[in-house]
């Protein structure tokens, strides 16, 4: 019982000081204004990078903590902006995280990866459709005209930066909690957990569906 108590704690731990890791990347490597309202910040590898060792689960409640603190601090856009910020963050870092942390292998973090981002790009599309004329007062036609040129490479931008940093810093970051002995030497999901992730992955993929339905029917109605 002690150990298991303990290994809570340190998971907590780990968790809260990657939480803050996002948060201060959220923080201090934003670059606001691309196009007039978009942003980047790297939140996303930290957050990717917590859900690969310690599920799906405790990605997206990182996410939603991160946003919410994002609202109200360095955001502008409040609840809208809260809403959009962890529909993206969260299909991604849910998508790609399920996905590894069924069987912890390279080609299947780089198929996550690869799934979240597109799953993003498409969820990001249709809310930005649905909510960008609320917010900045355009009509729908304009937004549509910002699908090929805006939308769609900010976001696929977006999501493959993301990506390669996530390759790119997880070793180092797993290696480094392995020695203050925050993370044991092998990780592994018990079987809750993995039903749990199949949830999550269900989940996502209907929404993922019910997207790119809601899409083929916007298209359809305006053409």
């Known amino acids: 019982m002690t150990d298991k108590r303990t290994e809570r704690v340190k998971m907590i731990c780990s968790l809260a ?12 490597l934003r670059l606001p204004n691309i196009s007039g309202f978009l942003t980047y910040e790297p939140k996303d590898v930290i957050l990717t990078i917590g859900a690969f060792i310690y599920g799906p689960i ?34 991604f870092v ?28 498409a969820i990001m599309l249709l809310w930005n459709y649905i909510i960008t004329p609320i917010y900045q007062g355009i009509p729908r036609e304009a937004v549509l005209d910002l ?4 939308l769609i490479p900010f976001n696929a931008i977006k999501a ?22 925050l993370v044991p030497e092998r990780e592994s999901a018990d079987g809750t957990n993995k039903v749990m992730n199949t949830v999550i992955l269900l989940s996502i993929s209907a929404l993922i569906v019910a997207t790119m339905i809601l899409v083929l029917l916007i298209f359809a109605k305006i053409i």
């Open 94 to 121: 849910g998508i790609a995280s399920v996905i590894y942390y069924r069987k912890k292998t390279l080609p299947r973090a780089i198929i996550g990866l690869v799934a979240g981002s597109f799953s993003m790009v």
């Open 147 to 150: 699908f090929p040129t805006v």
């Open 17 to 28: 000081m990657l939480t803050a890791l996002a948060m201060a990347a959220d923080f201090f």
């Open 160 to 181: 493959g930066l993301n990506s390669a940093l996530v390759l790119f810093l997880y070793k180092g970051v797993v290696t480094a909690l392995r020695k203050s002995k």
């Open 58 to 91: 405790a990605g997206i409640v990182m996410s939603l903590i991160v946003c919410l603190v994002e609202m109200v601090t360095v955001s502008t856009t409040g609840p809208i902006g809260l809403l959009m910020n962890f529909l993206a963050s969260g299909v």
